[in-house]
């Protein structure tokens, strides 16, 4: 057990970003965070309500929206790679870079920490992100083939 | 209904969100500023006995504070390292306390309630041509399926199992985004068959006013 759970949660933003594109990815991830603050329990460990935004990981949570829209514009600009590498690349540029940003900074302000430690926490959990986003990739190719029309980031 | 609301009612149940959610910005500013320990020491205790008297289901849904441990912990050596144990417990038991605090709104304010409280701060959205009950309607729809895609996860591990169970379970996702969104696209083609989301009358001539 870990204080940030290693979930399916980054999954679903990269996945988010990627199929859905920019706009729709980052207004379906602000939905979802928005709920959790109303009250539902779906992030990882069950956790929700307004305590996860005074928490140590609260960074994340607002991350998500951005992290998504990083994604999905990422894979836009390089759709004109194959699936595979473009999906991967947009799912660490935002699923890991812009959303370990939002993480860090969140953790740096809350624990008083310099950035330096801060990182260094939160790096622990990189390899394990770095394995989603090879399942996004993955996952969008497999879907690329079977509704193609359905990733909104490679329709022309 | 998924929902950390607990049902049993108090006198917390009965203040109203907006206030709830008020005193909860005004708790955070004024916690800040202090940096005795014993300050912080009254503060949670405070909050343990607003815990109390909301009744025990609360008290029990204290345990939504566990996963937070390792990383108060890791939190709390590093801070000892540089500045002092001291430091470190105030700001780890102010943390504690707003999250307490915050979880204890959610705990007692049902999603419907909170929703409506905040929802006249959506009213600025008007302008670009957002109408609030569009987010509204877009929570219930959220809401609603969340218990559906629950459904869909457990029929696929149940084939999943019924096949051995052997294949790397990660690649039950694919399944699972394919159908998301062939659900999603059925919902719309069914809300836009039911002629979709239009904001009503009213809304309309408020937005045809400010073009």
């Known amino acids: ?42 992030l990882s460990g069950g956790r929700g309500g307004l305590g996860v935004f005074y928490g140590p990981t609260a960074g994340f949570a607002i991350g998500f929206p951005f992290a998504a829209f990083a994604a999905g514009y990422m894979a836009i600009w390089l759709r004109r790679l194959p699936v595979f590498p473009a999906t991967l690349m947009a799912a660490i540029f935002g699923g890991i870079l812009v959303l370990y940003l939002f993480g860090i900074t969140g953790f740096k302000i809350i624990s008083g920490r310099d950035w330096l430690d801060a ?28 509704l193609p029309d359905a990733i909104m980031t490679r329709r022309s | 209904m998924i929902s950390l609301y607990i049902s049993h009612p108090s006198w917390m149940h009965r203040v109203p969100a ?18 005795y320990l014993w300050g912080m020491v009254i503060a949670l205790t405070l909050t343990l006995a607003l815990y109390a008297s909301v009744g025990k289901p609360a008290l029990l849904q204290l345990r939504l504070l566990t996963p937070l441990a390792p990383l108060f912990l890791v939190i709390f050596l590093m801070q000892s390292w540089s ?99 062939r659900l999603s696209d059925h919902v719309a083609e069914a809300l836009a068959a039911r002629g979709g989301i239009s904001a009503s009358p009213k809304t309309r001539v408020v937005h045809d006013e400010s073009r």
């Open chain 2, 83 to 181: 500045v002092g144990w001291l430091e470190a417990s105030i700001l780890l038991l102010r943390m504690l306390i707003l999250i307490m605090l915050a979880n204890l709104i959610t705990l007692t304010t049902r999603m419907d309630d909170m929703m409506s409280a905040i929802t006249p701060l959506f009213v600025p959205l008007r302008i670009f041509q957002i109408d609030p009950k569009r987010i509204a309607f877009a929570v219930t729809l959220l809401i609603r399926f969340v218990p559906v895609l629950m459904a869909v996860i457990q029929h696929l591990m149940e084939a999943w199992r019924a096949r051995g169970g052997k294949k790397q379970i990660w690649k039950l996702a694919i399944p699972l985004t394919i159908q998301s969104i």
């Open chain 1, 119 to 146: 990182t260094l926490v939160m790096a622990v959990f990189i390899p394990g992100d770095l394995v989603k986003a090879l399942i996004a990739a993955s996952v969008a190719q497999a879907v690329a083939k079977g």
């Open chain 1, 1 to 42: 057990m870990t204080g940030i759970p290693i979930t399916v949660q980054t999954l679903g933003v990269m996945l988010a970003g990627v199929m859905l594109g920019p706009w729709r990815g980052a207004l379906s991830m602000a939905l979802f965070i928005f709920v959790v603050a109303l009250g539902a329990p779906l």
């Open chain 2, 18 to 35: 907006g206030l709830k959610l008020l005193s909860l910005m005004l708790i955070s500013i004024t916690l800040f500023p202090v940096t």
